[in-house]
């Protein structure tokens, strides 16, 4: 078996591609979803009913929805330029660790008197500050000697993680929270507002959506959009004509860590209110996977973020209603994503059988 | 010599790539002691017929018999052992090992305690001895000159017992000196009863070395006749399908004032690399650089095209010291033309337009601050694929569509219209580096590259040409330099060349002493 390459991609192809990618999603899940003893139809409808079946199911997958598409636009826009930023976790971490140090940390302290306008801007420019810095490193570490970006962002993850959990048992720490080890809450007035009443789903869907359009806007019509896309498709070229190749990967990674660390502030002020450690079920990771799915198109972020946000909300109503693990969302997610990436090799290339 | 008995049978083969038809029914014969080129241009199918006779391609349809067998398809292994041999142009060798090493890889079982190495010891040198290919076992391959390699992948040919050699451009990398020596060592092969295939799209050479010429065109095999009864005319015509008009050498009309000048430029060790090169460049002449490949003429190309910095000497242009930045030195009329048209030329996965401005996107004319004025850039692009004919692929197409002539002709285009250019008046560059502007090129667009080159300095551009092609050196430079290990030899009016002196310079002869020395303009 071996790999030819098309020398015209065929228009049945791009066609094909999609629909072939999602069948064999459905058709992997469905095999472990009769595996787990139920019937694979109705567990596929009670998830779908469950992730955007009513206003509710809606409501709850747009929440979580927002955070991915924020780790998402940050991967987009890193892995664009060829920057592997896998440390979006840390990031969204140090950002919401920022925002609750401006927007919490000061009772008493005469910072009451500031507008709360004035406020909010501080601590959204403090969240993507905190995240752009920390993926400052890195970058300089990359673009100075070559030290490979991959590593450095994903160890400090690890790091940042205990950085949160020393500070939420020590100078952040809640005294009201009997023990739990979770920072001081945000001013209620920081705290983003409801979309639709009664539900969890906060304007920071605004901020995503808002986010998604500027960054696609970036990318196509800026000088350093045209920068990002070079040095990311061709960097010696890119050299060649022109673009300043160690000054655009230091502007993507701020750009992209700026991302992840405004997830964290909008998560702080959208839903949770306070920073704990288990506030991101790795969203930073999922950012990528939306990235990947997205094709690296910052508007096709918005779509990938709602499907699997969709998925995941959806997989554990269904999971309450007939049992089969939630695990199976996982699944759903990494398929549909192996299935795109092998559709989109396979629309320029063909598998000849010896 | 007897040319008689039949080798290697190739009927009907046919191979589609999707739409794309490779190699349309081909049938050829190869006798016992003879050399057949293979002559076309690129993408006529030369590579992809060789591919599958060494087993890398499954042909669609066709067979192909060796000594009277069938040759089963798709199977390197069965090639080799029915006697093909495969020289590369791209050496695959590894450096770090010795020469002997290298010639023993792969030819031992794998599960054999020892390597049986004063055995094989024995049979290179047999080898070597019975073909004339003299070199040390020992040595390692990392040290040993390009001349040295090719012999090397030959000799590791022959040592698995090849009785037909394919040879893919094989002079590409070579000095005139040691293209005859390859030559030499090719006739003693042919003489002892091998068969050989020539692959190249140098005429002269082709008709220098083989028996029997092969024509391939668009995957057809379009003519096959005789060396001894075709001419290079006819050869081209085969290859194009029409006859062709090749630049003839013009002399420079005005030579003016200098317009870039280099003194004592040294730039950082690294395998290509500069020492003490001084070299002089005048308005309205062509100086062109010869070379093997490697000695240095990236370094030359990139230090005026400002991607590479000296360590030491200076650089001067139109007076003044030389800009260091890319977009600098376009704004201020150098006009680049790199050696990979992929790898540095463009930037394959954005589009047309985007490629044909990259160079001037930080300039007024293309961008107001922060913001692309894509009307204006979409609206230069297409000027340049107007006025240098690129065609292939629309402005919006990813670059990487484009014909490797189509894709120079956008580099050109890039490079030599300037935006202030306007039906009344042209702006022309005042330098060009154009570092191997026509390899790989088709005949028809190595002839448009060079009158290009040449019309920009009848205009009064000062043009540095690198090349590694000698009849491109001869018929465009007016002043010719040779590069070796860093060193640069003076510039000497070409007709002042003979092509031994300029093969001996090649291979470092006399350039080094004389560095360095007052230029004879």
């Known amino acids: 078996m071996r790999l030819e390459k098309r020398h015209q991609q065929s228009s049945l192809a791009l066609v094909l591609a999609p629909v072939g990618a999602i069948a064999f999603t459905m058709l992997v899940s469905g095999l472990l979803v009769m595996w787990a003893g139920a019937a694979v139809a109705r567990t596929y409808g009670l998830l779908l ?5 009513s206003v509710f199911a809606l409501s709850e997958t747009l929440t979580r929805a927002i955070p991915l598409m924020l780790t998402g636009l940050a991967a987009t826009v890193a892995f664009k330029a060829r920057l592997f930023n896998i440390g979006a976790e840390g990031q969204l971490y140090v950002g919401a660790l920022a925002a609750v140090a401006v927007g919490g940390m000061h009772a008493g302290s005469g910072f009451d008197q500031v507008p709360v306008a004035v406020l909010f801007a501080a601590m959204m420019l403090a969240a993507a500050l905190a995240g752009a810095l920390l993926l400052l ?78 960054v696609w806007a970036l990318m196509k019509y ?31 990674a701020m750009l992209s860590g700026a991302l992840a660390g405004l997830a964290g502030a909008i998560e702080v002020a959208g839903r949770t209110g306070y920073v704990t450690l288990d506030m991101s ?5 999922s950012g990528i996977v939306i990235a990947m799915l997205a094709a690296l198109h910052p508007l096709g972020v918005v779509l990938a973020s709602i499907f699997v946000a969709g998925v995941l909300v959806g997989a554990d109503s269904m999971s309450r209603a007939i049992g089969v693990p939630t695990y199976i969302a996982d699944v759903i997610v990494a398929a549909s994503l192996l299935s795109v990436l092998v559709a989109t090799l396979l629309t320029q290339y063909r598998v000849r059988w010896k | 010599m007897c040319v008689t008995e039949t080798v290697l049978q190739l009927t009907g083969i046919t191979k589609r790539f999707g739409s794309l038809v490779a190699n349309d029914t081909i049938s050829l014969q190869l006798a016992r002691g003879e050399v057949l080129a293979l002559l076309g241009e690129n993408g006529a199918g030369k590579s992809t017929l060789v591919s599958i006779l060494f087993g890398h391609y499954v042909a669609d349809a066709g067979q192909i018999t060796v000594f009277g067998q069938a040759l089963p398809p798709g199977d390197p292994k069965a090639a080799l052992s029915a006697g093909i041999g495969m020289v590369h142009q ?90 005859e020596a390859l030559f030499a060592v090719l006739a003693q092969m042919v003489a002892q009863g091998l068969s050989i295939i020539f692959i190249s799209h140098k005429l002269t050479e082709v008709l220098r ?19 001894s009864d075709t001419t290079q005319a006819q050869l081209a015509q085969w290859m194009v399908g029409h006859a062709i008009d090749l630049p003839q050498r013009r002399p420079a009309l005005r030579v003016g004032a200098p317009v870039c000048e280099l003194r004592q430029v040294s730039t950082a060790p690294a395998r290509e690399r500069l020492v003490d090169a001084s070299l002089t460049l005048h308005s309205g002449e062509i100086v062109a650089i010869a070379g093997v490949s490697g000695n240095g003429q990236v370094a030359l190309a990139e230090l005026l095209s400002g991607t590479r910095s000296a360590t030491s000497g200076e650089v001067h242009y139109l007076g003044r010291p030389m800009p260091a930045r890319p977009s600098e030195l376009v704004a201020q009329g150098v006009a680049r033309i790199p050696e990979d048209r992929h790898a540095v030329g463009v930037v394959g996965d954005l589009p047309v337009w985007e490629n044909a401005v990259s160079e001037r996107l930080r300039s007024p004319a293309f961008s107001q601050g922060f913001w692309v ?37 956008l580099i050109l285009g890039r490079a030599l219209l300037h935006p202030g250019t306007t039906p009344q008046s042209t702006v022309t560059p005042r330098l060009i580096v154009a570092h191997q502007p026509t390899w790989g ?45 860093g060193h640069l030899s003076p510039a000497r009016p070409a007709a002042a060349w003979s092509r031994e002196a300029i093969g001996l310079a090649m291979a470092g002869a006399a350039a080094s002493p004389m560095a360095g020395q007052a230029e004879t303009a």
């Open chain 1, 222 to 252: 800026t000088v350093l959009g045209f920068d990002i896309r070079a040095v990311g498709a061709n960097a010696r070229a890119a050299a060649f004509a022109g673009v300043p190749v160690t000054r655009t990967v230091v502007l993507v």
């Open chain 2, 209 to 227: 070395v083989s028996n029997r010429i092969a024509v391939l065109r668009g995957g057809k095999l379009v003519a096959q006749a005789a060396a």
């Open chain 2, 90 to 179: 791209h050496f695959t060798l590894a450096d770090n090992l010795t020469v002997l090493d290298n010639v023993m890889m792969g030819s031992e079982p794998l599960w054999q305690a020892f390597t049986r190495r004063q055995a094989a010891r024995g049979k290179l040198d047999a080898v070597a001895r019975q073909f004339g290919l003299s070199v040390d076992p020992q040595a390692r391959v990392g040290s040993l000159s390009v001349g040295e390699r090719q012999r090397v992948e030959i000799l590791k040919a022959l040592y698995r017992g090849a009785r037909i050699l394919i040879l893919d451009e094989p002079t590409a990398v070579l000095t005139p000196q040691e293209s």
């Open chain 2, 373 to 409: 004025r894509r009307k204006a850039a979409q609206a230069h692009a297409d000027r340049i694929l107007r006025a240098f004919d690129v065609r292939g692929a629309g402005a919006a197409a990813p670059a990487r569509a484009l014909s490797g002539g189509n894709m120079q002709k």
């Open chain 1, 281 to 285: 079920p790795g969203y930073g990771y």
């Open chain 1, 137 to 214: 490193g890195p970058a300089l570490l990359k673009a100075r000697l070559g030290v490979d970006e991959v590593v450095t962002t994903l160890l400090l993850n690890f790091i940042v993680l205990l950085l949160v959990s020393m500070l939420l048992d020590g100078p952040m720490k809640d005294p009201t929270a009997m023990g739990w080890p979770q920072s001081v809450a945000l001013m209620g007035e920081l705290e983003l507002s409801k979309l639709i009443p009664q539900t969890r789903v906060h304007s920071g869907l605004l901020w995503g959506l808002g986010l998604a359009l500027a």
């Open chain 1, 49 to 53: 009913q469950g992730g955007f079946g």
């Open chain 2, 441 to 485: 090129l088709d005949i028809g667009a190595v002839a448009y590259v060079q009158e290009q080159l040449i019309a920009a300095r009848d205009a009064g551009a000062a043009v540095l040409l690198i090349s590694d092609d000698l009849d491109e050196v001869l018929t465009l430079g007016d002043r010719v330099a040779v590069i070796h290990a």
